[in-house]
């Protein structure tokens, strides 16, 4: 019950982008496709799990025995660094397509809050392996469902029109704001 405790508050309650506000910049510049938000998610998920699972590994055999859990932010963000070069390799040599659609927003996983927020929380909340791990890869699929969401909103209303006033980034603003109080409904399932 723990677990499915943890999955369902993470991905709807907690979720880190239309709840914790973690990870803005990639949800309001690459939800414009789904498609693309797909992909930006299955990135982001990829680094994140594996992220959180390392860095567990480094935070308490390496950090907390050497007495240097200070140096935790910089540990992680080195780990997330490599682990989004990985990506960016594997993207442009496999999805060379999904690569040029994500553009600049790929390399900013590296300091996307969301990845960071993930694995320090994790270690703060005292997480086992499992569910550390659990936890990252549940934040990823909100993450992407959050992605998912805005960007079907977005092609839908590109398809029905805007009033001109409101076309572009004003609309995008708006309609994210409404998508994250709809979220907060799930505040009243699980703490």
């Known amino acids: 019950m723990e677990y499915i405790i ?46 959180n699972l390392v860095t567990y590994f480094i935070y308490n055999y390496l950090l907390v025995p050497l007495g240097i859990q200070f140096m935790q932010t910089i540990t992680f963000i080195f780990v997330i660094a490599f682990l989004v070069q990985v990506v960016e390799i594997i993207l442009k040599k496999s999805v060379p397509a999904l690569y040029q659609a994500l553009g600049i927003y790929l390399p900013l996983i590296t300091t996307n809050c969301a990845v960071l927020g993930t694995a320090i929380l994790a270690m703060q909340k005292e997480l086992n392996l499992v569910m550390s791990v659990l936890y990252a890869a549940s934040i990823a699929v909100g993450f992407t469902l959050a992605l998912v969401l805005m960007a079907g909103i977005r092609e839908q209303m590109v398809l029905t029109g805007n009033p001109k006033g409101m076309k572009g980034f004003p609309i995008t603003l708006i309609t994210a704001g409404l998508l994250s109080l709809a979220f907060m409904g799930f505040s009243g399932i699980v703490k």
């Open 6 to 51: 943890l999955i369902i508050s993470a991905i709807l309650v907690n979720n880190v982008v239309l709840a914790q506000f973690l990870g803005i910049c990639p949800f309001l510049g690459v939800s414009t496709k789904i498609d693309t938000s797909v992909g930006m998610g299955m990135a982001v998920m990829f680094v994140m799990t594996l992220a």
